[in-house]
């Protein structure tokens, strides 16, 4: 008797087994959302041996799928006649593919915003986001990153010869625009009680709305604001910057292959002067020292 049972729990193991492996969803992600079909899974396999994870898919797909900004000047912007998306994080991503490759086209950029981006990478419809994005301790419970690639500030933009001439001009009646998912929203609310800032999907928006009269402020990092002047001088920075942002390449949680790889990449695109070249196409001046 005790025997039969025993065989029967172990069928059953078996059973449970099988079906475990054969549900198993394709890139290994059982922990996150959105990922049931596998549909749209840029990332066919996950895990710690050498020709499994996403560095080994990127390969064997033989293309990068990469996540960047189609909205923000000087980082990632598309050009609507053209359909060229512009940026210094697209260049960034153009030199990742061309060490995998040796050949810089062999990447598809895919549009994020900063609400849609984590998502995206968790449900595997891109390799790694190259999108201003700030490492944040709450992001890293999400998502991990590289080391950081470019240093920014949170700061305010405004009309030329507006009243407010920094941070400490903004109220809680101040009508401050922000973007959806920036970390530009918690740090201004935290800054300033009692202000709610007014939230768009994107930094094209938010600039429009601006221009349009409905609001007084437009807050992110400085970086990207210094983009929007590029495009109407009419407006300008207001005051220093009042946060640190450093921004990091985000991949998947556990892909450490990819990781290390990311870190090499930097290191050398640093130590071969590119990454200054970079620097300096789209920021106009060389970076600071480290
Ligand atoms: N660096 C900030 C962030 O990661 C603001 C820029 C953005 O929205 O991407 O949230």
Known sequence: MRKWKLRGASILLAALLLILTACGNSNG??????????????????????????????????????????????????????????????DIAKALAKKLFGDESKLELKEVTSQTRI?????????????????????????????????????LLVKKGSPIKGLEDVTKDTKVLGVKGATSIKNIEDKVPGLRVQQYQNYQEAFTALKAGQGEVLTTDNAILFGMTKQDPNYVLAGDIFTDEPYGIAMKKGEQALVEYVNGFLKELKSSGEYDTIYEKWIGEKPAAE
Do not use: C, H, W
Not at 36 to 48: L, Q, R
Not at 123 to 140: Q, Y
């Open 119 to 155: 998502p995206m990478l968790n449900n595997g419809e891109i390799d790694l986001i190259i999108a201003t994005m700030t490492i944040s301790e709450k992001r890293k419970k999400e998502v991990d990153f590289s080391d950081v690639y470019f240093k920014a500030g949170q700061s």
């Open 29 to 90: 992600d059982t922990g996150s959302a959105g990922n049931g079909n596998g549909k749209g899974n840029v990332n066919s396999s996950s895990g710690s041996a050498a020709d499994e994870g996403v560095l080994a898919d990127i390969k064997k797909r033989g293309k990068l799928v990469a996540g960047v900004k189609f909205d923000t000047k000087l980082f990632g912007l598309k050009d609507p006649g053209t359909g060229d998306v512009e940026g210094f994080d697209i």
